[in-house]
T-cell receptor, first 114, second 113 residues
Framework: AQSVSQHNHHVILSEAASLELGCNYS??????LFWYVQYPGQHLQLLLK??????LVKGIKGFEAEFIKSKFSFNLRKPSVQWSDTAEYFC????????????FGTGTKLQVIP | DAGITQSPRHKVTETGTPVTLRCHQT?????MYWYRQDPGHGLRLIHY???????DKGEVSDGYSVSRSKTEDFLLTLESATSSQTSVYFC????????????FGQGTRLTVV
């Protein structure tokens, strides 16, 4: 069975601080990995995705993530956060074959203080 | 935004009543999913569909059933609503290719009193 762990439940940062949110997954085969963001009162939107190739993927709004296969990790990073990055962030995994079930982590709430 | 419409957007219902939530897509995508979102639990998969009349259970399927009689519609039914099913429900769709992501609807806030 596939699963995702997000170890940081609530992160508080000042503007311009660097961000790294942890994500570890469990799956026995080739995976596709995602980070989604949910702004207050809104639905989930895709930040970035990894399917194959370069393990360092860049997404929207200056976010990036690195896939480290040996560590089963897909951590999200941003060098300098803004107040507008205040949101909840979800990591997700999908097996590359089969029924393409998408499994989410429990999310990390990021609060950026001006 | 992807063409996904969830209805209703808000609903209050009484314990023991049946409730059906609808997800409608205009993208002709193969895969459709129902999730519930609760504080501290993230999004948990209830049921998903990989084609018309092809559905399977997710991790929290007890008390829920689904139907997909045509590509564009995926219905989630709470057979007898309970207070523990108070939640925000999200529908998602995904294309058939392996290298595609899921797109989410706006959500349905359901309150069971």
């Amino acid at each position: 069975a596939q699963s995702v762990s997000q170890h940081n439940h609530h992160v508080i940062l000042s503007e311009a601080a660097s961000l790294e949110l942890g994500c570890n997954y469990s799956y026995g085969g080739t995976v596709n990995l995602f980070w989604y963001v949910q702004y207050p009162g809104q639905h989930l939107q895709l930040l970035l995705k990894y399917f194959s190739g370069d393990p360092l993927v860049k997404g929207i709004k200056g976010f990036e993530a690195e896939f480290i296969k040996s560590k089963f990790s897909f951590n999200l990073r941003k060098p300098s956060v803004q107040w507008s990055d205040t949101a909840e962030y979800f990591c997700a995994v999908m097996g590359s074959g089969g029924y393409q079930k998408v499994t989410f982590g429990t999310g990390t709430k990021l609060q950026v203080i001006p | 935004d992807a063409g996904i419409t969830q209805s209703p957007r808000h609903k209050v219902t009484e314990t023991g009543t049946p409730v059906t939530l609808r997800c409608h897509q205009t993208e002709n995508h193969r895969y459709m999913y129902w999730y519930r979102q609760d504080p501290g639990h993230g999004l948990r998969l209830i049921h998903y569909s990989y084609g018309v009349k092809d559905t399977d259970k997710g991790e929290v399927s007890d008390g829920y059933s689904v139907s997909r009689s045509k590509t564009e519609d995926f219905l989630l039914t709470l057979e007898s609503a309970t207070s523990s099913q108070t939640s925000v429900y999200f529908c998602a769709i995904k294309g058939a290719g392996g290298n595609t992501e899921a797109f989410f609807g706006q959500g349905t806030r359901l309150t069971v009193v």
